[in-house]
């Protein structure tokens, strides 16, 4: 009779010892999942930076050649914003515009007192 508690328990550990390893084999399962998916991200990211880093490293030996042989090399210089988009240039709101003060534009133009002086 003093068998069956004994046989009892071992059962119950055997059971909650193979539910834990499928709790965490599905877990590493998961984690070489991500694992995995992350390697292919990486790769592909690769891939997609190599024709560029490629295009940069011949501008690189491009400049170099010009520098050696005394020539001008270009510089390339971005353009300021007003003529990337001529069509949203503070101008184009006319010469009233004055963010700071809601003056010329459809913000509220309520502003609060001053402050008095304390001394």
């Given at each position: 009779?003093?068998e069956?508690p004994f ?6 550990r055997?059971?909650l010892?193979?539910v834990?390893?499928?709790k ?5 399962r998961?984690l070489?999942q991500?694992?995995?998916d992350?390697?292919?991200c ?5 891939e ?5 880093k490629?295009?940069r ?11 050696q042989?005394?020539k001008?090399y270009k510089?390339n210089?971005?353009?300021p914003p ?7 240039s503070?101008?184009?709101l006319g010469?009233?515009?004055?963010p700071l ?10 502003r609060p ?7």
């Amino acid at each position: 009779m003093e068998e069956l508690p004994f046989l009892h328990h071992t059962v119950l550990r055997c059971l909650l010892l193979s539910v834990m390893f499928q709790k965490l084999s599905t877990q590493l399962r998961a984690l070489r999942q991500r694992q995995l998916d992350s390697v292919a991200c990486l790769k592909m990211q690769e891939e997609l930076n190599a024709p560029v880093k490629n295009k940069r490293r011949r501008q690189k030996i491009e400049m170099w050649g010009s520098m050696q042989e005394g020539k001008r090399y270009k510089v390339n210089i971005r353009k300021p914003p007003e003529e990337d988009h001529p069509g949203l240039s503070i101008s184009s709101l006319g010469g009233s515009y004055k963010p700071l003060f809601g003056e010329g534009s459809e913000a509220c133009s309520w502003r609060p007192g001053q402050r008095p002086i304390i001394w």
